[in-house]
């Protein structure tokens, strides 16, 4: 019997009362669900530095503001606050709360990610396929190794995916992710899914949507688990991970993980039993979220902050060209979109990138530090609470630091 049917009836009955009517994003459990979605600093918090980063991000005031008050975490105003960051997420999905749920858990992303492999595939024998092309995936990939499981990586691109089911039937599990954020390359998970599931539909496919989820449309048909983050394209505050999965795979594997706090279904049984985290929740963080969530829909909902986020990109990449700056030549026919770009160094002896860095830090624009980007290259953000003028004023700051730097502009 699924869990979600011998939840408390005083419990359910009550969600019931709170969710009618109500809209994906709104609710009266905020005071601000009303405020209108924002990109500007009022004058009184300007912030003295603005993050062009793959994540953490920027928040706005509002989400921080979120963080003022105390909730009890075992009180039914924290559980409908769950159960609304749980529908609203497998609604971002693009996932049914009947087929899908959403598991919230504390901790970064790659937690999430462990929790999931060491859940969905406990008990499991056979070959992992990672699909990698960048830090990410190998990380990933030596995670199932630390775990015991038989890890093969295999080249990111549909053709070399087909291939390798085909030639066996060892197959029981897919990794990828979505967005590679050492290069800003975008992957074609959905038509992975299709692949996958015309293959083998037994066959689980797992994605490492931290740096994308709320940063494009999503389709989670194909898709068995889905994991992502707050302090992304959803523009929370760090510390929550989630995880979006099929609701029939996760209760097979209810008690058969045997590390505690990794068990990702072990966590989703208590939500759907009680209501609650298993283990004290960051109900701050958590308010955060929440207000994060209604802040996207007044926004005007993915479409619109997807927009914003292409046209931050776009400034970024018209205005480094004039600078003379090229993008990173990838090997993958894929694509760099609206979430990180990666740039090579000048070939200028003088391009130092601690240097650069430390110049535009005492601009007020903080980059990616040197040993997180791909050798003789760097990345910039355009996620998170920054729109296009934030950008223009960023490259700005480029030309007018490559000029202190005797660096003459345009490069080439």
């Not at 049917?5 to 994906?24: A, C, E, F, H, P």
């Not at 099929?246 to 072990?266: F, M, P, R, Y």
């Not at 479409?303 to 700056?325: D, P």
């Amino acid at each position: 019997m699924a869990l979600a049917r011998i939840r408390t009836g005083v419990w359910r009955r009550y969600v019931q009362q709170m969710v009618k009517n109500t809209s994906l994003f709104k609710s009266d459990f905020s005071s601000d669900s009303n405020a209108a979605a924002t990109t500007s600093y009022p004058k009184s918090s300007k912030p003295s530095k603005i993050l062009f980063t793959p994540g953490p991000l920027m928040v706005s005031e509002r989400v921080k503001r979120a963080m003022g008050k105390d909730i009890g975490s075992r009180h039914s105003e924290f559980e409908y606050l769950l159960t609304f960051i749980r529908k609203s997420l497998v609604r971002l999905a693009g996932g049914n709360v009947q087929t899908h749920t959403a598991i919230p858990m504390t901790g970064s992303g790659t937690f999430a990610i462990e929790s999931t492999l060491t859940t969905a595939l406990a008990g499991s024998k056979g070959k992992v396929l990672v699909m990698s092309n960048g830090m990410y995936g190998e990380r990933i990939a030596s995670l199932c190794k630390q775990h015991g499981m038989a890890a093969e990586t295999v080249r990111m691109h549909a053709e070399a995916l087909e291939q390798r089911l085909q030639q066996s039937d060892d197959v029981i599990a897919v990794v990828s992710v979505h967005c590679e954020t050492t290069t800003g390359v975008v992957n074609p998970v959905f038509d992975f899914g299709k692949i996958i599931k015309n293959h083998n539909k037994g066959c689980l496919f797992i994605v490492d949507a931290i740096s994308s989820f709320g940063g494009v449309p999503y389709d989670v048909t194909n898709i068995d688990y889905v994991i992502g983050s707050s302090c992304k394209c959803l523009q929370g505050i760090p510390g929550i991970s989630f995880v979006i999965a099929n609701a029939s795979e996760i209760e097979k594997k209810i008690g058969q993980n045997k590390v505690l706090t990794l068990d990702l279904a072990g966590q989703y049984s208590e939500l759907e039993r009680t209501g609650q985290f298993r283990f004290t929740p960051p109900t701050h963080l958590l308010l955060a979220f929440k207000e994060a969530l209604l802040e996207l829909e007044d926004e005007g909902g993915l479409e619109k902050r997807i927009k914003r986020f292409q046209e931050n990109a776009s400034v970024l990449k018209q205005g480094m060209n004039k600078l003379g700056f090229k993008p990173q030549v990838l090997s993958q026919d894929n694509s760099q979109r609206h979430i990180v770009t990666s740039f090579q160094y000048p070939e200028n002896p003088r391009f130092v990138y601690g240097d650069f860095i430390d110049r535009l830090d005492r601009r007020g624009f903080q980059l990616p530090a040197e040993r997180t980007n791909i050798k003789g290259c760097f990345r910039v953000g355009t996620i998170g609470n920054i729109k296009p003028e934030d950008v223009k004023m960023l490259v700005d700051g480029i030309e007018d630091v490559c000029g202190e730097m005797d660096i003459k502009t345009p490069l080439y």
